[in-house]
Structure formats: C-alpha cells, structure tokens
C-alpha cells in the first residue's frame, strides 16, 4: 500500500500542472486577443481608401478596404471592391462621365426619387465618379439619398 500512495500523488501533482499550464495558455490567447486585431480585420492605411455604403435602411455603414493605385478614381475602386467580391455596383457612361446607377441591389430612384450621391472625406462631390482621382487615405461615402 505504500507503493501506491506516492504513485498517486505523482499522478494528481501532474494532473495539477496541466492543469496549471492550461490556465495560463487560455490566459495568454484572451490577453493578446485583447490587444491586436483580428487577424483579417482590415484598416485603413495610407496606402489604402475605404469605400463606405450608406443604404439610408438604418442598417450599419458597411466599410470596404481597396488598395490604392496611382490614378485610381471612385470609379475604378468601386471596380477592384466589385472584382474582390466585397459589393456589387453598376454603372453607366465612360471615363469622367461615368456614374453609379445602383450599389448591393439598391437602384437610383431618378430624378424624383432618391440616388446614390458620394463625399469624398466628408466634402460633397460635385462631379462623376469616374472624374475624381483618389489618394491614399481617402475616404468615399456612398449615400442613398435624395439631390438637395
């Protein structure tokens, strides 16, 4: 009976540091989850736009991340979230008379109704989307709204 003692105390003194090893690889993964993002989240950079869409239905601004290009316009970066599966767009025209005509199914209501209208970093555009060049950082607001 002697042998078996120490062979179980051996045995729950090591179940005890598992234990104990355990706890803290759990403690270790919560803190520094805390502290970076996720590994997919996506930020903004200077090297980058972000391309907001606001359905006007309440629903969160949906932000999508596109890497900038030397002379990339709204156009063109609505074309790369399009072809990275991030929304769905179209648009008519060509060149600096293009415009967006309906984003994620929601269609432009014409000239009585409500459209999509966009700002560049909080500044109302006053032309196309084809015709505003962007630089890293911009920031494009989509607004389903109507002409004031």
Do not use: H
């Amino acid at each position: 009976m002697n042998r078996e003692q120490p062979k179980n105390e051996s045995l729950v003194c090591f179940a005890s540091i598992i234990v104990a090893m355990l706890a803290l690889l759990i403690a270790y993964r919560v803190y520094t989850n805390d502290e970076k993002p996720a590994p997919n989240a996506q930020q903004q950079s200077d090297s980058s736009i972000t391309i907001a869409i606001d359905s006007g239905d309440g629903q969160p601004l949906r932000e999508v991340f596109i890497d900038i290009r030397d002379g990339m316009t709204v156009i063109d970066a609505m074309r790369r979230a399009k072809a990275a599966g991030s929304i769905e767009f179209a648009a008519q025209g060509r060149g600096e008379g293009s415009f967006v005509t309906q984003i994620n199914g929601v269609a432009n209501g014409g000239a009585d109704g409500r459209n999509w209208l966009f700002d560049i970093n909080g500044a109302e555009a006053q032309v196309g989307a084809g015709a505003i060049e962007l630089k890293g950082g911009d920031r494009v607001l989509w607004r389903f709204g109507a002409y004031e």
